[in-house]
């Protein structure tokens, strides 16, 4: 869809769908095609027919919801329009909490970060921008670094390794690299840092936010995210608002298709610290019953929650 005729910004509903199909189109080795789709309240409904002979109704819930913006929106409609513009088709997953760029230089500065983005094994791409670090030491004495920011769940890693009790202030990093070696080189650069003299005043340490990026191939790009950080009040709205998808989703869960899927599509910085399925599995099972399949969908990758054994949906048998 040409970037004069979208509406800005994007509904996630939308790129839930489109994930979903890819996923099982390739899990399934079938031909996956959309018939309808409409979008409502957070909760988009899709019909698809798989292998020209049988019919999916998939529900796509919306699980960004809690927590929107305007001034977020607004940021999230700049930076799908600059990316359209560009001729750009991905998908961006803005770790939770974190700016979007709106304005320039920052929005031309990540087309750049884009173009050389590093290809992950999974599919995924790391778009990787230049932040800075804080640290100051305040006492000579202990061997401990006190976190913020991104870094926070990781003051371990500098226990008993600087010589003093220090700050880090990682208020501007939200997403730590994939790499392993990536993030133990980030670690010793702040534990060299750490033994400068002058640290005492305070020193900048360089560092890479790595946002996650999805490839689509499709002429149309969405930015997607929440403003607000992980912690026991967003859990509880989202439980709320998780729960009032499900109950909108119902004529989905009860319809005559060969089949019904549950899509669930939201926030997450890192994928495999999700909250969407520990939450649908602390609900009542009546809830998503209905259902045949169960994904969710965050920070690039879809993740199976519920799937019936293997030759249980009619397509998928194997192939003659």
């Not at 009040?233 to 869960?253: C, D, F, I, N």
Request: aromatic share 8%.
């Amino acid at each position: 869809m040409p970037s004069s005729e979208r509406d800005y910004p994007s509904d996630p509903a939308e790129l839930g769908r489109e994930m979903f199909l890819r996923w099982a189109g390739a899990h399934y080795a079938r031909s996956f095609s959309l018939q309808s789709f409409t979008s409502e309240g957070g909760l988009g409904t899709a019909s698809f027919t798989v292998g020209r002979r049988w019919t999916l109704d998939c529900a796509i819930a919306d699980a960004f919801g809690p927590g929107a913006e305007v001034r977020y929106e607004a940021a999230r409609a700049a930076l799908e329009r600059r990316l359209d513009a560009a001729g750009q088709s991905v998908a961006v997953w803005v770790p939770r909490g974190a700016p979007i760029p709106a304005d320039e230089p920052a929005l031309s500065e990540f087309i750049v970060a884009l173009e050389q983005a590093k290809a992950l094994d999974d599919g995924r791409l790391e778009v990787r921008r230049p932040v800075t670090i804080y640290l100051r030491r305040t006492a000579p004495t202990g061997s401990v670094v006190t976190a913020l920011g991104g870094l926070a769940a990781h003051w371990a890693q500098f226990t008993n390794k600087v010589p003093g009790s220090y700050q880090l202030n990682s208020s501007e990093l939200f997403r730590l690299p994939h790499g392993e070696d990536d993030r133990l080189e980030l670690f010793n650069r702040i534990v060299q840092a750490a033994a400068q003299p002058d640290v005492d005043d305070g020193l900048d340490v360089h560092a890479e936010d790595a946002w996650t990026a999805t490839s689509l191939h499709e002429g149309r790009s969405y930015v997607v995210g929440s403003p607000l950080p992980e912690n026991d009040e967003t859990s509880a709205a989202l439980r709320r608002e998780l729960r009032r998808l499900l109950k909108s989703a119902e004529p989905v869960a009860r319809g005559d298709a060969d089949a019904r899927a549950l899509v669930l599509i939201g926030a997450s910085t890192y994928a495999d610290e999700e909250k969407l399925s520990w939450v649908l599995r602390g609900m009542d099972p009546r809830l998503y019953s209905g259902f045949d399949i169960i994904t969710v969908i965050t920070d690039g990758l879809v993740k199976v929650v519920l799937e019936p054994p293997r030759n249980s949906l009619p397509w998928d048998a194997p192939l003659r």
